[in-house]
């Protein structure tokens, strides 16, 4: 048969190695878009990726510390940790997200890899960078933009200076969890639209790979957006009198959240069951309003958006960021320790607000809501509105920082700013009114040159303004005169700098529109420039963040110092207590070295009531130096101390306590300096497990606590329980207990007794996974002391078993398997033979 020829009207298809970018871009545009958002990830990240650097924060040391010694454990003893003895006398490490080794889908085939090859130790992180561009992109895509106004959004969102500080100032979490927030929104939207095998399972998976990134309070505001676009749809529906819809809306809905719920179960149902007994979800019992089952509302609302600090949006260093004179904090406004800007870049802001005006897009009018209600919600303490939803709002009571919702609002200005400049473009291009587009030409210019004359008129009006700036600059009486000037300074130089900065940012994207709607520039050019310009402005403020350490200093944060040297020589089981400032240091437990202080945003309640009612970890060296402090309570701090096991006291400060003999002195480092410490012994500690004869009961958990840490009340004599013991113990200065194995998740003690016991352990109790068994049968593990644990043990010899076993855990293990698979198996099913075909 003979071949057919070619129409001489038909295009050859050129190879590959012969198309330009453009016609590349054209063929793959998502791929494109991926590979950009990679390119300048890996750009901005260079030094971390190959450069042999990490970030380093006060908030990294908690896992990295506590995760040191865990990963030993589990690697050379094949115990999936779940428990740390390591701080506040034990705590769930697993649902406290101390360390979760192998429940993040994402990271399984990098750990795969880094077992044959090193990789970078923040690799596991920046990945999700490009995909936080990418699920703005593909939004916008949907939404039928072009491909230059849909990156410049997508560019915008993952390089947003707060989504970077997230990721700095070691937030690892959730700055995962925000940039799966799009994607997450890009396939619920795709599932709600088209429906099918194929989005019903990638819808699935991205809800639940965000679920198992585990940070709870980003994926709750991700569904207070979907929950808000979902009743958007539901009016929509109701409005066109498309009743038939609701139904499958609904039942989508229902499956996303089975889905994002069960994937992540293995994590979800521990951090759950978890929270009724930490300070996130058990009132104190010292609290005036017990029946408040939140945090609080003044530890709630810490860290509220002052409305003013709006201006952030604008100018990035309004308030200030980062350090300056003496590395003194350049920040003034009412949120402590901020180190970084809410800014999103001045022309993201001003393309965001083109698209609210005049684009009519249903999503475009949603996210204006969006950015309302998400500013109200971040105002916190400053209005009304969180107030109530503290009140309405299930779970909502469990959190704090309001001013982390912002992130809605800097996702919808990056896609509001993809709309907005979308329409410009196309404006540009249709343009046909000559008059019309003369005189807005003749405005804009007259717009650009303003903004740069009123640049000009505050440079010559710039000491006039700093003096005005210095009565609004709060006064810190801890600075001197002189010094306060040198703040002050710093802080309104860098605020003039960046003004200046964007008002040539602003004064350019005004002019190039101008120049765009005269012809002089192509719509293409003239978005590409845009980009150009938001690219110089962001990475201008991102890289005041970026300043990574050698990987070396936090190797070194993690190796023994000579007092954790001093302290590992003693082989016995103690804990230590370290005083006042350094009780929320972690360091100690690199070294496997317990403590009864630490750091943690969800501590156990009941050992906090403790630390609460007795005063201990704030006041203890304040008591040896009132003189309104009896020698009654003092005493009552050593006898508690003797309780928890504390030998050795680590402080700063000499004790007059005759029960502690210093034993050794040395430096420490602390916040980039170094200070003299004193290593004392407490003589009087003592062992971990007790054998008490003598029992109070105390129903009234607030009458317990304070029962337990007042003067009267002597732990080595006695022991406070909730109710009455099925034995009853009898005094028996023979008896004794022996820990013959002590590891993370289960102590076996021998005791011996001519008469019937109490056995007391100082390790708090975590009822839910907490279990005995004496002599091989299960027995109740009682509350001891309020926070402890005890059982009742007849007279004679007997192996007692603390073990950690978690239902929640094991249920969630199988969940998350299961529900992995049928997602799997639907994303598969639909991808192969779907109706839509291959093509997402």
């Given at each position: 048969m003979a071949r057919k020829k070619k129409s001489s009207g038909a295009k050859a298809a050129k190879p590959a190695q012969q198309q330009s970018v453009q016609e590349l871009i054209a063929a793959h545009p998502h791929a494109a878009a991926l590979g950009i958002y990679t390119f300048f990830t890996v750009i901005f990240f260079y030094d971390v990726l190959f450069g042999g650097k990490i970030f380093i924060s006060g908030d990294q040391r908690l896992p990295a510390a506590i995760g040191h010694v865990l990963k030993s454990v589990f690697a050379n003893e094949g115990i999936y940790p779940q428990w740390t003895p390591h701080i506040f006398a034990g705590m769930p490490s697993f649902a406290g997200l101390l360390y979760m080794p192998y429940t993040y889908l994402p990271y399984l085939p990098l750990d795969l890899i880094n077992k044959i090859i090193e990789l970078p130790p923040l690799l596991w992180h920046i990945i999700h960078y490009p995909f936080a561009g990418f699920g703005v992109y593909l939004v916008l895509r949907d939404q039928k933009v072009d491909f230059i106004p849909a990156l410049l959004a997508g560019f915008a969102f993952m390089f947003t200076p707060y989504l970077i500080v997230m990721e700095t100032a070691g937030h690892g979490s959730q700055m995962m969890a925000t940039a799966l927030l799009p994607l997450v929104f890009w396939a619920?939207?795709?599932?709600?639209?088209?429906g099918g095998l194929l989005y019903f399972g990638l819808a699935g998976l991205l809800v639940g790979i965000q679920f198992q990134r585990a940070h709870i309070q980003i994926i709750y505001y991700t569904w207070m957006l979907l929950g808000t676009w979902i009743i958007w749809l539901v009016v929509s529906h109701v409005k066109n009198k498309e009743h038939a819809q609701l139904l499958p809306l609904l039942g989508k809905v229902v499956f996303l959240l089975v889905a994002g719920l069960s994937m992540s179960a293995m994590q979800l149902l521990p951090i759950y069951e978890y929270g009724h007994y930490s300070i996130r979800g058990m009132p104190s019992v010292l609290a005036a309003d017990a029946g408040d089952t939140g945090v609080g509302f003044d530890y709630a609302t810490q860290w509220s958006f002052p409305p003013q600090e709006i201006l952030t949006f604008i100018i990035p260093s309004f308030y200030g960021y980062g350090y300056g004179f003496r590395g003194f904090p350049n920040y003034w406004g009412e949120m402590p320790f901020t180190e970084h800007t809410?800014?999103?870049?001045?022309?993201?802001f001003a393309l965001a607000l083109v698209a609210l005006i005049r684009v009519r897009k249903p999503l475009v009018r949603y996210l204006g809501v969006v950015i309302v209600l998400a500013l109200l919600v971040s105002f916190g303490k400053y209005t009304p509105f969180y107030r109530l939803l503290y009140d309405i709002l299930p779970f909502f009571n469990k959190f704090r920082v309001p001013v982390m919702i912002l992130v809605l609002v800097q996702f919808s200005f990056a896609v509001l700013a993809g709309f907005g400049l979308h329409w410009l473009v196309e404006k540009i291009r249709d343009h046909s009114d000559k008059t019309a587009a003369e005189t807005l030409i003749k405005k804009l210019f007259i717009a650009a040159g303003a903004v740069l004359a009123l640049a000009l008129i505050a440079t010559a009006l710039k000491d006039s303004l700093f003096s005005f700036m210095q009565g609004i600059y709060p006064a810190d009486p801890r600075l001197p005169k002189e010094f306060a000037f040198q703040v002050n300074r710093v802080r309104f130089d860098t605020f003039f700098a960046d003004y200046w900065l964007v008002s040539l940012w602003l004064a350019a994207g005004i002019g190039l529109t101008a120049l765009a709607l005269k012809r002089s520039l192509k719509p293409a050019t003239f978005a590409v420039l845009i980009f150009i310009i938001t690219l110089v402005d962001l990475?201008?403020?991102d890289y005041d963040f970026n300043k990574p350490s050698p990987a070396q200093l936090h190797?070194?944060?993690?190796?023994?110092?000579?007092?954790?040297?001093?302290?590992?020589?003693?082989?016995?089981?103690?804990?230590?207590?370290?005083?006042?400032?350094?009780f929320n240091e972690v360091r100690w437990a690199a070294q496997d070295i317990q403590s009864i202080g630490g750091y943690h945003p969800a501590k156990p309640r009941a050992y906090q009531d403790i630390l609460d009612a007795s005063r201990i970890e704030r006041e203890y060296l304040l008591k040896y130096t009132d003189p309104k402090t009896t020698a009654e309570r003092r005493r009552a701090?050593?006898?508690?101390?003797?309780?928890?096991?504390?030998?050795?006291?680590?402080?700063?400060?000499?004790?007059?306590?005759?029960?502690?003999?210093?034993?050794?002195q040395g430096k420490l480092a602390v916040g980039g300096g170094a200070i003299d410490i004193i290593v004392y012994e407490n003589t009087e500690v003592l062992p971990r497990a007790l054998m008490i004869g003598n029992y109070e009961v105390i129903e009234n958990a607030r009458d317990a606590v304070l029962r337990f840490v007042s003067a009267g009340f002597d732990p080595a004599q006695s022991v406070i329980l909730k109710k009455q013991p099925q034995i009853q113990p009898v005094p028996d200065s023979t008896a004794s207990a022996t820990i013959e194995k002590y590891s993370l998740q289960e102590i076996r003690i021998k005791t011996r007794a001519q008469q019937p016991q109490l056995l007391v352990l100082s390790d708090t109790h975590y009822p839910p996974a907490w279990h005995v068994r004496v002599d091989g049968r299960e027995q109740e593990v009682l509350t001891a002391n309020h926070a402890f644990r005890a059982v009742a043990l007849p007279a004679g010899e007997h192996e007692v078993v603390f073990y950690y076993h978690s239902t929640a855990f094991t249920t969630g293990v199988w969940l998350t398997i299961i529900s992995s698979l049928l997602i799997f198996a639907l994303l598969f099913y639909g991808y192969r033979y779907g109706p839509n075909g291959r093509r997402i």
């Open positions: 619920v939207n795709r599932l709600f639209d088209r809410n800014y999103m870049g001045i022309l993201i990475w201008s403020v190797e070194e944060f993690l190796k023994p110092d000579g007092v954790t040297e001093f302290l590992k020589k003693d082989q016995d089981l103690f804990r230590i207590f370290p005083v006042e400032r350094l701090d050593q006898k508690l101390l003797n309780f928890l096991n504390v030998k050795y006291v680590i402080t700063p400060h000499s004790i007059p306590e005759p029960a502690l003999q210093g034993r050794a």
